[in-house]
Protein backbone atom coordinates (compact mmCIF):
# COMPACT_ATOMS: atom_id res chain seq x y z
CA UNK A 1 0.00 0.00 0.00
CA UNK A 2 1.02 3.41 -0.96
CA UNK A 3 -0.12 6.51 1.06
CA UNK A 4 -0.82 9.69 -1.43
CA UNK A 5 1.51 11.59 0.36
CA UNK A 6 4.24 9.49 -1.76
CA UNK A 7 2.70 10.25 -4.74
CA UNK A 8 2.36 13.49 -4.92
CA UNK A 9 5.57 14.98 -6.58
CA UNK A 10 6.44 11.94 -8.17
CA UNK A 11 7.98 12.34 -11.85
CA UNK A 12 6.22 10.89 -14.65
CA UNK A 13 8.30 8.91 -17.35
CA UNK A 14 7.39 7.70 -20.46
CA UNK A 15 9.16 4.03 -21.31
CA UNK A 16 8.71 4.83 -25.02
CA UNK A 17 11.80 7.89 -25.07
CA UNK A 18 13.36 7.18 -21.81
CA UNK A 19 11.93 11.14 -20.84
CA UNK A 20 10.60 12.95 -17.99
CA UNK A 21 6.82 14.10 -18.96
CA UNK A 22 5.34 15.65 -15.90
CA UNK A 23 4.80 15.57 -12.31
CA UNK A 24 1.99 14.30 -10.41
CA UNK A 25 0.20 17.39 -8.77
CA UNK A 26 -2.78 15.82 -7.45
CA UNK A 27 -4.91 13.00 -7.73
CA UNK A 28 -8.83 12.05 -8.37
CA UNK A 29 -10.84 9.72 -6.35
CA UNK A 30 -13.90 7.64 -7.26
CA UNK A 31 -15.89 8.09 -4.11
CA UNK A 32 -18.32 5.64 -5.66
CA UNK A 33 -15.57 2.65 -6.68
CA UNK A 34 -13.54 3.56 -3.96
CA UNK A 35 -10.45 4.00 -6.33
CA UNK A 36 -7.93 6.36 -7.12
CA UNK A 37 -8.96 7.00 -11.22
CA UNK A 38 -6.45 9.96 -12.29
CA UNK A 39 -3.58 12.16 -11.26
CA UNK A 40 -3.34 15.36 -12.83
CA UNK A 41 -0.22 16.54 -13.96
CA UNK A 42 1.65 19.94 -14.49
CA UNK A 43 -1.54 20.92 -12.99
CA UNK A 44 -2.44 25.20 -13.61
CA UNK A 45 -4.79 27.14 -11.25
CA UNK A 46 -7.93 25.76 -13.39
CA UNK A 47 -8.51 21.86 -12.93
CA UNK A 48 -10.22 21.98 -16.52
CA UNK A 49 -7.04 23.18 -17.81
CA UNK A 50 -4.80 20.12 -16.57
CA UNK A 51 -4.15 16.99 -17.83
CA UNK A 52 -4.12 14.04 -16.28
CA UNK A 53 -3.27 10.27 -16.39
CA UNK A 54 -6.02 7.69 -16.35
CA UNK A 55 -4.40 5.25 -13.45
CA UNK A 56 -5.54 2.01 -15.48
CA UNK A 57 -2.24 3.19 -18.45
CA UNK A 58 0.33 3.56 -15.60
CA UNK A 59 3.12 0.88 -15.94
CA UNK A 60 4.76 1.20 -12.69
CA UNK A 61 4.35 3.10 -9.31
CA UNK A 62 7.79 3.40 -7.42
CA UNK A 63 9.82 5.15 -5.07
CA UNK A 64 11.21 7.32 -7.72
CA UNK A 65 8.99 7.75 -10.35
CA UNK A 66 5.91 6.25 -12.41
CA UNK A 67 5.91 5.13 -15.76
CA UNK A 68 3.63 5.20 -18.45
CA UNK A 69 4.22 3.30 -21.57
CA UNK A 70 3.84 6.69 -23.53
CA UNK A 71 2.94 10.58 -23.63
CA UNK A 72 -0.33 9.59 -25.78
CA UNK A 73 -2.30 8.10 -22.57
CA UNK A 74 -2.27 11.33 -20.83
CA UNK A 75 -5.21 13.18 -21.57
CA UNK A 76 -6.66 16.87 -21.84
CA UNK A 77 -9.35 17.22 -18.27
CA UNK A 78 -11.67 19.23 -20.98
CA UNK A 79 -11.85 16.30 -23.72
CA UNK A 80 -12.41 13.67 -20.77
CA UNK A 81 -16.31 13.40 -19.30
CA UNK A 82 -15.59 11.08 -16.45
CA UNK A 83 -12.73 13.62 -14.99
CA UNK A 84 -15.27 16.18 -15.20
CA UNK A 85 -17.71 14.71 -13.18
CA UNK A 86 -14.95 13.37 -10.51
CA UNK A 87 -13.64 16.96 -10.04
CA UNK A 88 -17.50 18.47 -9.78
CA UNK A 89 -18.12 15.84 -6.53
CA UNK A 90 -15.08 17.26 -4.86
CA UNK A 91 -14.44 13.98 -2.54
CA UNK A 92 -10.90 14.95 -1.27
CA UNK A 93 -11.47 12.67 2.00
CA UNK A 94 -8.07 14.25 3.68
CA UNK A 95 -9.50 16.19 6.19
CA UNK A 96 -12.93 15.17 6.56
CA UNK A 97 -14.57 14.57 9.96
CA UNK A 98 -14.80 10.31 10.31
CA UNK A 99 -18.50 9.85 11.31
CA UNK A 100 -19.79 6.46 12.28
CA UNK A 101 -23.11 4.96 11.03
CA UNK A 102 -24.51 5.26 14.58
CA UNK A 103 -23.67 8.89 14.74
CA UNK A 104 -20.48 9.80 16.45
CA UNK A 105 -18.07 12.00 15.24
CA UNK A 106 -14.99 10.37 16.16
CA UNK A 107 -11.97 11.97 14.28
CA UNK A 108 -10.72 13.42 11.15
CA UNK A 109 -8.66 11.61 8.00
CA UNK A 110 -5.16 12.11 7.56
CA UNK A 111 -4.10 10.11 5.23
CA UNK A 112 -5.55 7.82 2.25
CA UNK A 113 -3.25 3.88 1.59
CA UNK A 114 -3.85 2.95 -1.94
CA UNK A 115 -2.98 -0.55 -3.62
CA UNK A 116 -0.57 -0.45 -5.78
CA UNK A 117 -1.47 -2.76 -8.38
CA UNK A 118 -5.02 -1.62 -8.60
CA UNK A 119 -5.23 1.91 -7.27
CA UNK A 120 -8.34 0.82 -5.16
CA UNK A 121 -8.34 2.55 -1.79
CA UNK A 122 -7.00 -0.04 0.50
CA UNK A 123 -7.63 1.83 3.81
CA UNK A 124 -7.90 5.56 5.34
CA UNK A 125 -5.62 6.40 8.00
CA UNK A 126 -7.65 8.92 10.81
CA UNK A 127 -6.22 10.70 13.52
CA UNK A 128 -8.74 10.34 17.12
CA UNK A 129 -8.04 11.50 20.86
CA UNK A 130 -4.24 12.15 19.34
CA UNK A 131 -3.37 8.83 17.82
CA UNK A 132 -3.38 7.10 14.76
CA UNK A 133 -6.04 4.54 13.68
CA UNK A 134 -6.50 2.59 10.47
CA UNK A 135 -9.85 1.76 9.00
CA UNK A 136 -9.88 -0.88 6.17
CA UNK A 137 -11.87 -0.04 2.77
CA UNK A 138 -14.60 -2.64 3.38
CA UNK A 139 -15.84 -0.52 6.41
CA UNK A 140 -16.10 2.44 4.97
CA UNK A 141 -19.87 2.89 3.99
CA UNK A 142 -19.64 6.56 2.50
CA UNK A 143 -16.33 8.32 0.92
CA UNK A 144 -18.89 12.11 0.94
CA UNK A 145 -17.19 15.55 0.47
CA UNK A 146 -17.82 16.70 4.19
CA UNK A 147 -17.88 12.84 6.17
CA UNK A 148 -15.99 9.42 5.66
CA UNK A 149 -19.04 7.57 7.23
CA UNK A 150 -18.07 4.59 8.64
CA UNK A 151 -19.29 0.70 10.26
CA UNK A 152 -18.41 0.68 13.89
CA UNK A 153 -19.09 2.32 17.00
CA UNK A 154 -15.91 3.70 18.22
CA UNK A 155 -12.00 4.06 17.36
CA UNK A 156 -11.19 1.13 19.59
CA UNK A 157 -12.51 -0.92 16.90
CA UNK A 158 -10.18 -0.36 14.45
CA UNK A 159 -6.56 -1.01 13.78
CA UNK A 160 -4.44 1.51 15.80
CA UNK A 161 -1.30 2.72 14.19
CA UNK A 162 2.00 2.10 16.30
CA UNK A 163 2.18 5.52 18.23
CA UNK A 164 6.09 5.39 17.33
CA UNK A 165 5.33 5.29 14.09
CA UNK A 166 3.30 8.29 13.82
CA UNK A 167 5.76 11.08 12.91
CA UNK A 168 7.33 9.97 10.34
CA UNK A 169 3.93 8.46 8.77
CA UNK A 170 2.70 11.82 8.53
CA UNK A 171 5.99 14.15 7.61
CA UNK A 172 5.30 15.31 4.46
CA UNK A 173 8.49 15.26 2.08
CA UNK A 174 9.36 17.74 -0.13
CA UNK A 175 9.87 17.65 -3.88
CA UNK A 176 11.18 19.20 -6.73
CA UNK A 177 7.67 20.25 -8.91
CA UNK A 178 9.51 21.78 -12.14
CA UNK A 179 7.54 19.74 -14.51
CA UNK A 180 10.15 20.37 -17.48
CA UNK A 181 11.08 17.63 -19.37
CA UNK A 182 14.76 16.19 -18.79
CA UNK A 183 17.09 13.97 -20.51
CA UNK A 184 18.15 11.96 -17.59
CA UNK A 185 15.10 11.56 -15.37
CA UNK A 186 16.98 9.55 -12.81
CA UNK A 187 19.30 12.60 -12.52
CA UNK A 188 18.52 14.16 -8.45
CA UNK A 189 15.73 11.60 -8.24
CA UNK A 190 17.46 10.37 -5.07
CA UNK A 191 15.75 10.91 -1.28
CA UNK A 192 19.26 11.39 0.49
CA UNK A 193 19.89 7.30 1.19
CA UNK A 194 21.55 5.81 -1.72
CA UNK A 195 20.66 2.29 -0.45
CA UNK A 196 17.01 2.87 -0.63
CA UNK A 197 17.13 1.10 -3.67
CA UNK A 198 19.22 -2.10 -3.13
CA UNK A 199 16.25 -2.69 0.44
CA UNK A 200 14.13 -4.80 -2.17
CA UNK A 201 11.31 -7.26 -1.08
CA UNK A 202 10.51 -8.34 -4.56
CA UNK A 203 9.07 -6.40 -7.41
CA UNK A 204 5.07 -5.24 -7.30
CA UNK A 205 2.67 -5.87 -10.22
CA UNK A 206 3.80 -3.31 -12.07
CA UNK A 207 7.51 -3.49 -11.87
CA UNK A 208 7.28 -7.00 -13.21
CA UNK A 209 5.30 -6.05 -16.65
CA UNK A 210 7.59 -3.17 -17.01
CA UNK A 211 10.31 -5.66 -16.59
CA UNK A 212 8.40 -7.97 -19.36
CA UNK A 213 8.22 -4.94 -21.75
CA UNK A 214 12.25 -4.24 -21.70
CA UNK A 215 12.55 -7.55 -23.29
CA UNK A 216 13.24 -6.85 -27.10
CA UNK A 217 14.20 -3.46 -26.38
CA UNK A 218 17.94 -1.81 -26.55
CA UNK A 219 19.50 0.76 -23.89
CA UNK A 220 21.70 3.63 -25.57
CA UNK A 221 24.47 3.60 -22.76
CA UNK A 222 25.78 0.21 -21.09
CA UNK A 223 24.23 -0.61 -17.79
CA UNK A 224 25.47 -2.81 -14.88
CA UNK A 225 22.93 -4.67 -13.95
CA UNK A 226 22.82 -6.80 -10.80
CA UNK A 227 24.61 -10.00 -10.96
CA UNK A 228 27.52 -7.90 -12.35
CA UNK A 229 27.32 -8.47 -15.69
CA UNK A 230 26.74 -5.86 -18.80
CA UNK A 231 24.21 -4.43 -20.30
CA UNK A 232 25.74 -3.08 -23.37
CA UNK A 233 24.66 -0.22 -25.46
CA UNK A 234 22.50 -1.23 -28.49
CA UNK A 235 22.34 -5.13 -27.11
CA UNK A 236 19.07 -6.27 -27.64
CA UNK A 237 17.64 -7.12 -23.99
CA UNK A 238 17.25 -11.23 -23.59
CA UNK A 239 14.57 -12.93 -20.85
CA UNK A 240 18.01 -13.82 -19.38
CA UNK A 241 18.57 -10.28 -19.30
CA UNK A 242 15.38 -9.04 -17.23
CA UNK A 243 15.93 -11.92 -14.42
CA UNK A 244 19.28 -9.87 -13.76
CA UNK A 245 17.38 -7.16 -13.11
CA UNK A 246 16.61 -7.28 -9.18
CA UNK A 247 16.80 -3.50 -7.51
CA UNK A 248 14.41 -0.78 -8.57
CA UNK A 249 17.43 1.45 -9.41
CA UNK A 250 18.72 -0.88 -11.67
CA UNK A 251 15.02 -0.98 -12.71
CA UNK A 252 15.06 2.94 -13.24
CA UNK A 253 18.30 2.69 -14.93
CA UNK A 254 17.31 1.07 -17.82
CA UNK A 255 14.05 2.26 -17.84
CA UNK A 256 15.39 6.13 -18.51
CA UNK A 257 18.07 4.62 -21.08
CA UNK A 258 15.61 2.43 -23.18
CA UNK A 259 16.46 3.34 -26.81
CA UNK A 260 14.21 5.50 -29.04
CA UNK A 261 11.87 3.40 -30.82
Known sequence: MKPTK???????ISISDGTQVGVVKDFVLNPQEKTLDFLIIDQPTDYFGAKVLPYADILGLGEFAITIPNSEVIQDVAQNMEVQ???RQNTRV?????LTKKGQLIGEVKEILIDEETGRI????FESDARMHEIEAEKIITLGKELLIIEGDQTVQNKEIPEQSNENLFEIPSYSMDPTPVSDPIQGLSRDDDSVGEQEAGFNLFEQRQLQYFIGKRV???????????LKAGETITPEMVTHITTRSTLMEVTSHLQKN
Open 6 to 12: EIIGLRI
Open 85 to 87: NLL
Open 94 to 98: LGTKV
Open 122 to 125: AACL
Open 220 to 230: EKTIILDNGDS
